[in-house]
């Protein structure tokens, strides 16, 4: 069963960084393609970036030139690296397979303030 454990959120202001880290387990990590997801209160889960396992990248606009998706197969990890923030850019943010699957961590939650 594939379990998906998030870290590195935090109270942070507006213009700071910082970066997120998702493990993997019990699944062939190095095949899938990885995504971070994020929900703000009120709001439905949104995607904000991919990772292929051949490391190509794609992003949401509203993140794109600000938050960088990285993967390190041998450390079944995913990073988000999340500068310049936004109070906008607030919620509990996810990582998961792309398409995502049925499973999900607990996330972690980012807050920004202005």
């Known amino acids: 069963q594939v379990q998906l454990v998030e870290s590195g959120g935090g109270l942070v202001q507006a213009g700071g960084s910082l970066r997120l880290s998702c493990a993997i387990s019990?699944?062939?990590?190095?095949?899938?393609?990885m995504a971070w997801y994020r929900q703000a209160p009120g709001e439905q889960r949104e995607l904000v970036a991919v990772?292929?396992?051949?490391?190509?990248?794609t992003y949401a606009d509203s993140v794109k030139g600000r938050f960088t998706i990285s993967r390190d197969n041998a450390k079944n990890t995913v990073y988000l690296q999340m500068n310049s923030l936004k109070p906008e850019d607030t919620a509990v943010y996810y990582c998961?397979?792309?398409?995502?699957?049925?499973?999900w961590g607990q996330g972690t939650q980012v807050t920004v303030s202005s």
């Open positions: 998961n397979q792309w398409p995502a699957g049925r499973t």
């Open positions: 019990g699944s062939i990590f190095g095949t899938k393609i």
């Open positions: 990772v292929t396992s051949g490391s190509s990248t």
